[in-house]
């Protein structure tokens, strides 16, 4: 079992960046994949980006390479979303979520635990 608790989001202004953070309970937090998701109300929920197990590699939805940069700390428990250069696009309900897949990371279904959801707000 794993818990996940988002934190990090807020109303920034488009260009801004922004620090997303998630913590994980449980002593298996090394096993799981790691993803970011996000979903604007009457929108179906999306994929953003994944990590490995180990932190070795990552996997991003097109339109935020270059900009978000997803980081995971397996002593802490805690993965990361550093998010640069934000548009208005990305203003979303953003989710932390746990699979044990790799290297496919894009479904939702395959995820098994997901977090509460941070807002993340950009305005224009």
């Known amino acids: 079992q794993v818990q996940l608790v988002e934190s990090g989001g807020g109303l920034v202004q488009a260009g801004d960046s922004l620090r997303l953070s998630c913590a994980a309970s449980?002593?298996?937090?090394?096993?799981?994949?790691m993803g970011w998701f996000r979903q604007v109300p009457g929108q179906e929920r999306e994929f953003v980006a994944a990590i490995s197990q180990s932190g070795g590699g990552t996997y991003y939805k097109d339109s935020v390479k270059g900009r978000f940069t997803i980081s995971r700390d397996n002593a802490k428990n805690t993965v990361c979303l550093q998010m640069v250069s934000l548009k208005s696009e990305d203003t979303a309900v953003y989710y932390c979520?746990?699979?044990?897949?790799?290297?496919?990371?894009?479904?939702?279904?395959?995820?098994?635990?997901w977090g509460q959801g941070t807002q993340v707000t950009v305005s224009s």
């Open positions: 449980g002593r298996t937090f090394s096993r799981y994949t």
């Open positions: 979520a746990a699979t044990r897949s790799w290297p496919l990371v894009t479904l939702e279904y395959l995820y098994d635990y």
